[in-house]
C-alpha cells in the first residue's frame, strides 16, 4: 500500500508549478472578493495536504478496489440529486454543515481512476464493438445524474475525458473516423433543434447562451452578451503589465462589479485587467507545464493505468482550462467553469490537488519499477 520511496524521485518541479500558481490564485481572489482569501487559503492547505498522502499510496493497490470507486461516484453523485442544494437553477452542491460540497469536481477524478483500471483490463479488446458499448454504457449513470443537476459543460467535459483516455488506450483510427462521421451530423440536428424557441432538449438559460454565441448581434440576446463584453474589454484594458492588484479604479471590471462570479467563473478576468498580459502569459504558461508534467509521467508510467491516470488529469487541466480562459475572452458561449488551481472553490481545489496526488505517485512508482524493486504484472496491476 504504501512503499518505501525516495525522496530524490519525488516531482517537485511538478508541486513548484503547482504552488505557484496556487499562489497567483489567492492574490486574484483577495483582489476579486476578499472576504473568501482566507477560505481560498485553506482549501490550497487542505489540497496540498491531501496531495502528499495520497502521493504515497501505490496507485496500483489503489485501483484494486476500482468497482467500489465507481459505486462511492454513484452514491456521491445520487446524493446531490436527493439531498442538493439549488442555487442559480441548478442543484450540484451538498451541505455538509461545515462546507458546501460539490460532488462533481470530485466525481472526475474517480472517473478517471476506475476507467483507468477498466480499460487496462480491457485493453486487448478496445477496439471491439461490445467493449466500447460496455464503457460507454458505464459512463451513462453518471453523465446522466451530473446532466440532470443541470451541468452540461461538465457532462461534456467528462465524456471528451473518458474519450481521451479511450485514445490513449489504442482505439483503432478506424473506429474514430466512423464515430466522427456519426456525431457531426448529429451536433447539427442538436443546434437545429435547440435554436427553436420551444424546444426542450436543454434549459432556456442554456439556450439563450448558446443563441447569444451563435448571434451576438441579435437584441433579443443583448444582455446575455453583456458580461462577455466586459470581461473582454476588462482584459483588453490591463494591457502589456495591468492596471495592479488591488487598484481602485471605479472603471475596472474588478472594484466596478461589471461582471458576476468574477472570483469564480471569470477569475481571468482579474488577471487581464490587473496583471495585463505578462500576468495571463504566466498563468497560462504554469497551467501547461502542470500538464505537461503530467503527460511526461504517464509515458514513463510503469503500466497502462497509470498512463491513464496521469493523461487524465491533464485532460482536466487542458480542458478546463480551455473552456474558462476561451469563457473570458468570448471564444465559447458563456458557461461556469473554474480555472484550474486559480479560481475560487474548495472543492474544486482539494479534487485537483489529489489528482495531482496520484499522478505524483505514478511518478514514484516508475522509479521504483526502474530500480527493479517491483515485480508488476501489468494485467493485473499487482506485484
Not at 27 to 56: E, K, W, Y
Not at 198 to 222: A, T, V
Not at 258 to 270: A, G, L, M, N, P
Not at 311 to 330: D, E, H, K, W
Request: aromatic content about 10%.
Amino acid at each position: 500500500m504504501i512503499k518505501q520511496y525516495r525522496l530524490k524521485d519525488y516531482n517537485f518541479r511538478l508541486v513548484l508549478y503547482l504552488i505557484l500558481i496556487s499562489i497567483i490564485g489567492v492574490l486574484l481572489v483577495n483582489s476579486a472578493m476578499d472576504s473568501q482569501t482566507s477560505r481560498q487559503i485553506m482549501g490550497i492547505c487542505l489540497g496540498v495536504s491531501a496531495m502528499v498522502i495520497v502521493s504515497l499510496f501505490d496507485f496500483s493497490w489503489v485501483l484494486n478496489f476500482y468497482w467500489l470507486i465507481y459505486a462511492f461516484n454513484i452514491v456521491m453523485l445520487l446524493g446531490v440529486r436527493l439531498f442538493g442544494e439549488s442555487a442559480g437553477g441548478a442543484t450540484r452542491w451538498v451541505d455538509l454543515g461545515f462546507v458546501r460540497f460539490q460532488p462533481t469536481e470530485l466525481s472526475k477524478i474517480l472517473l478517471i481512476l476506475f476507467f483507468a483500471r477498466y480499460l487496462m483490463d480491457h485493453e486487448d479488446d478496445i477496439n471491439r464493438f461490445r467493449t466500447i458499448v460496455q464503457i460507454f454504457v458505464l459512463a451513462l449513470i453518471p453523465l446522466i445524474l451530473i446532466y440532470v443537476q443541470p451541468d452540461m459543460k461538465n457532462t461534456i467535459t467528462v465524456l471528451a475525458i473518458l474519450c481521451i483516455m479511450i485514445f490513449i488506450t489504442g482505439l483503432s483510427y478506424k473506429i474514430i473516423g466512423t464515430v466522427i462521421v456519426i456525431m457531426v451530423p448529429l451536433i447539427a440536428v442538436f443546434l437545429l433543434i435547440v435554436v427553436q424557441p420551444n424546444q426542450g432538449l436543454i434549459k432556456d438559460y442554456q439556450r439563450n447562451r448558446i443563441m447569444s454565441f451563435l448571434y451576438p448581434d441579435d437584441e433579443e440576446y443583448k444582455d446575455e452578451n453583456t458580461q462577455q463584453n466586459n470581461a473582454v474589454t476588462a482584459i483588453g484594458s490591463g494591457q502589456l503589465t495591468g492596471k495592479g492588484l488591488n487598484n481602485d479604479s471605479v472603471s475596472s471590471a474588478n472594484k466596478g462589479n461589471f461582471i458576476s462570479e468574477i472570483h469564480t467563473d471569470f477569475i481571468f478576468v482579474v488577471a487581464g485587467e490587473e496583471l495585463g498580459f505578462v500576468g495571463c502569459f504566466v498563468i497560462i504558461l504554469l497551467l501547461f507545464l502542470i500538464a505537461f508534467e503530467c503527460v511526461l509521467a504517464g509515458r514513463r508510467a510503469k503500466d497502462t493505468s497509470g498512463k491513464l491516470i496521469c493523461c487524465g488529469v491533464a485532460s482536466v487541466i487542458g480542458l478546463q482550462s480551455f473552456i474558462n480562459i476561451g469563457v473570458a475572452t468570448g471564444l465559447l458561449p458563456n458557461t461556469g467553469t473554474p480555472l484550474p488551481f486559480v479560481s475560487y472553490g474548495l472543492t474544486s481545489m482539494v479534487s485537483l490537488y489529489i489528482g495531482m496526488g496520484f499522478v505524483l505517485n505514478v511518478g514514484l512508482q516508475r522509479s521504483l519499477s526502474s530500480r527493479g524493486d517491483l515485480n508488476l504484472n501489468e494485467k493485473t496491476g499487482k506485484y
